[in-house]
């Protein structure tokens, strides 16, 4: 399901306190909460969601020395 989602650009199954990390992008916190309430939260797996949002990006470097 969450393939077909164009505002969903990444998505990871993760270890921790939950299975999967997205990485949205939208242009304002309504269009977030509509995508939150009324595509993601309703899918019947969705038990949870948490939310977090970058306030600022410190360091963006994917180069990794071989």
Do not use: A, W
Not at 5 to 11: D, F, L, R, S
Not at 30 to 54: A, C, P, W
């Amino acid at each position: 399901m969450i393939k077909k989602v164009p505002e969903v650009t990444e998505c990871y199954n993760i270890s921790g306190s939950f299975d999967y990390l997205l990485r949205v992008q939208v242009p304002d916190m309504r269009s977030y909460q509509k995508l939150l309430l009324e595509v993601v939260g309703r899918h019947e797996n969705i038990d949870s969601m948490e939310s977090t949002f970058v306030m600022e990006e410190i360091k963006h470097d994917y180069g990794v020395g071989v």
